[in-house]
């Protein structure tokens, strides 16, 4: 396998800052997120993240994210892109935009649940990933569905009826570990046996659920999910990893990590530890 980290979690750091860094502690790529954002200071994760890189001018900026890469040593884990799969003006821009820097592979949004009618939303969703199937092989790349709570694809489940039947060389699947935690958890190796060829990439989170001080009806708990560091969360990371490795799973799998117990440099530097660590670990015994 090989590690990657999603900038959307290392918002402290100017992109040359990260690809260093990052590259200094031994990561095999960089997942660059590429959206228009609101500003903020301090930056944070998803509004005034000094990791990202607009998506007004993109085009303009292409040599600059290469060379970046590049002189880091890094390699492209894939794209951490924002467009939503009906924006076909930019989703085409992305595809050509990840053709052009060797990425070989990029997000694209999906619909949230309350976009309309579920079965109307998925069928047009369907359509759009036929018509991104068409325009990610004319770029020689692959389009990624994320697993993501609040999503019409929140489980493998739902994501393999989305995209049965489509060449997995050019629409994927993303399985993300923490985002199954707060919507769509299935047993692991169930959920990779069910996506099959379509599993093309891994995000590794972590999270849990914590009880409030609110109360409902009658005085009934009221829970809420948070993100939390990769050792102290609910999922089993290794028992994922095991699950990966009897699935015969040898891609990248990227990190992003939204806890904050940690310094963001200390927070990255251990996150490849402890994940080659559970790696070797659940290796060793695989192969044994």
Not at 77 to 89: E, K, L, M, T, V
Not at 276 to 283: E, L, P
Request: proline share 3%.
């Amino acid at each position: 396998m090989k590690f990657s980290v999603f900038t959307a979690s290392t918002p402290d750091w100017e992109p040359a800052e990260a690809a260093r860094i990052l590259a200094g502690q031994g990561w095999d790529g960089i997942e660059w997120r590429i959206v228009d954002q609101a500003e903020a200071e301090p930056p944070g994760f998803w509004a005034g993240n000094r990791s990202t890189w607009p998506l007004t001018g993109l085009e303009d900026r292409l040599d600059e994210i290469a060379r970046v890469t590049s002189d880091a040593g890094l390699e492209f884990s894939g794209i951490g892109g924002y467009a939503n799969c009906r924006d076909h003006d930019n989703v085409e821009r992305m595809l050509a935009a990840t053709g052009r820097l060797g990425a070989r592979q990029v997000r694209v949004t999906m619909p949230g649940v309350r976009a309309g009618d579920y079965r109307e939303t998925f069928a047009i969703t369907r359509s759009d990933l036929e018509w991104i199937e068409g325009r990610a092989a004319e770029h020689g790349v692959r389009a990624l569905v994320e697993l993501h709570h609040g999503t019409i694809t929140s489980s493998a489940s739902a994501a393999i009826r989305l995209v049965d039947g489509l060449d997995p060389e050019r629409v994927g699947v993303i399985h993300d570990l923490g985002n199954l935690i707060i919507e769509g958890h299935e047993d692991f190796l169930s959920a990779f046996q069910m996506l099959g060829p379509y599993l093309a990439h891994v995000h590794v989170k972590n999270a849990l659920w914590r009880k409030t001080d609110e109360v409902g009806f009658d005085g009934s708990a009221i829970w809420r999910n948070e993100w939390a560091p990769l050792r102290s969360g609910q999922a089993d990371v290794e028992a994922y990893f095991a699950a990966l490795h009897e699935h015969g799973y040898d891609g990248w799998v990227t990190v992003e990590d939204f806890s904050t117990e940690l310094p963001l440099e200390e927070r990255t530097r251990d996150n490849l530890a402890y994940l080659r660590g559970i790696n070797d670990s659940v290796t060793s015994r695989h192969d044994g």
